[in-house]
């Protein structure tokens, strides 16, 4: 094996080990001067209706000019622990490249009857995707807090921050209709990039310090960039939760008593199931991408493009170069 190669290895799992911090939970609450009353316990109670709303996007095509995306978006709803609807977007494709401002006012458009105050970064990739996606998602979670039943939990995957700017009025939008029609509002984070002192990440250091000061869960804890939280007795990862600004200390533990309710699903113990429901609805796969190529293929063939022509543009020598 290369030697360059396994240096490289070395490299990486030395900052994976640099920035675990195994043992730093005392170290965590003492920097942060946390006392063991700051983590509070979570009553679950099941009678709260959730709504939860993810999105998913996956690459089609990349070409010199532009790559192809597809979208789609989940939004299924739980009473009683169980789905009580489920809304589906129908699969969305649009360029990243040449042509994406236009695909994003036509997208964003459909959705909040109005274009984008921002366009779309020029090169970068994965923020123009991000934003195609966020559209979709906050799109539903419109629809979702215009007709969803007061007391309802609206939940979001993700963060309540707008990563991309023409987003920013849409999310108070979505948090006004929510306080004037009396539903909750939360977002959960999966895997969160907020640290405690520049390089451990916070959401397993308060898990380790909850351990060490022997607090079982479930439980939440108010940090700067929100809330902590690990949600099921059983369960092994917390999660960063982000709410309104303003929520009282009752608001806040009816949306963890909710969170945690939902969160006892053997196969994700401890993660909220209508998340892991939408998710699980809105994620394309790799047989759908072919399917969707298969389509692109097929309305070639309707404007008299042959498949010469059609490789001309969207195909890619690398499938070529895979089959040896």
Same mark, same amino acid.
């Given at each position: ?7 490289? &290895? ?33 009553? %679950? ?18 070409? %010199? ?6 979208? *789609? ?24 490249? /040449? ?5 994003? +006012?036509? &997208? ?9 105050? #921002? ?10 995707? @991000?934003?195609? *996606? ?6 539903? @979670?419109?629809?979702? @807090? ?36 009396? &539903? ?11 640290? $405690? ?8 250091? #308060? ?9 079982? %869960?479930? $439980?939440?804890?108010?940090?700067? /960039?929100?809330?902590?939280?690990? &949600? ?27 969170? #945690? ?10 993660? %909220? ?10 994620? +394309? ?19 008299? +493009? ?19």
């Amino acid at each position: 094996m290369n030697g360059t190669y396994i240096q490289d &290895l070395i490299r990486v799992v030395a900052e994976i080990r640099r920035r675990r911090g195994e043992g730093d939970g005392e170290s965590f609450l003492s920097a942060k001067q946390i006392q063991k009353a700051d983590f509070i316990p979570i009553t %679950p109670a099941a009678d709260r209706p959730v709504t939860a709303i993810d999105g998913s996007n996956a690459t089609v095509y990349s070409t %010199p000019f532009f790559n192809l995306i597809v979208c *789609r978006g989940a939004m299924p709803g739980y009473q009683d622990q169980k789905r009580s609807s489920l809304r589906l977007t129908s699969w969305r494709i649009f360029r990243i490249g /040449e042509g994406q401002d236009e695909d994003y +006012i036509e &997208l964003y458009s459909d959705y909040f009857g109005r274009a984008p105050d #921002a366009g779309l970064e020029t090169g970068n990739t994965l923020a123009a995707e @991000a934003a195609f *996606r966020d559209t979709i998602e906050y799109g539903l @979670a419109v629809i979702a @807090a215009r007709e969803s039943k007061p007391g309802t939990l609206l939940l979001l995957d993700g963060a309540l921050y707008a990563e991309h700017s023409s987003h920013t009025a849409i999310l108070e939008e979505i948090k006004g209709i929510c306080r004037e029609r009396g &539903l909750l509002l939360a977002a959960v984070t999966k895997n969160a990039g907020a640290t $405690w002192d520049g390089v451990h990440p916070i959401v397993p250091a #308060a898990m380790r310090a909850a351990g060490e000061l022997g607090i079982r %869960p479930p $439980w939440y804890l108010r940090i700067e /960039e929100g809330y902590v939280a690990c &949600l099921h007795p059983r369960a092994e990862r917390a999660f960063l939760v982000t709410l309104p600004h303003g929520y009282s200390e009752e608001e806040v533990a009816a949306v963890f008593s909710a969170l #945690a309710s939902y969160a006892g699903d053997g196969r994700v113990v401890g993660y %909220p199931y209508p998340l892991m429901d939408a998710h699980r609805q809105a994620v +394309i796969r790799s047989d759908q991408v072919h399917r969707i190529r298969h389509d692109i293929i097929a309305g070639c063939s309707t404007q008299s +493009i042959n498949y010469d022509g059609y490789e001309e543009i969207l195909g890619d020598y690398h499938d070529e170069l895979n089959r040896y």
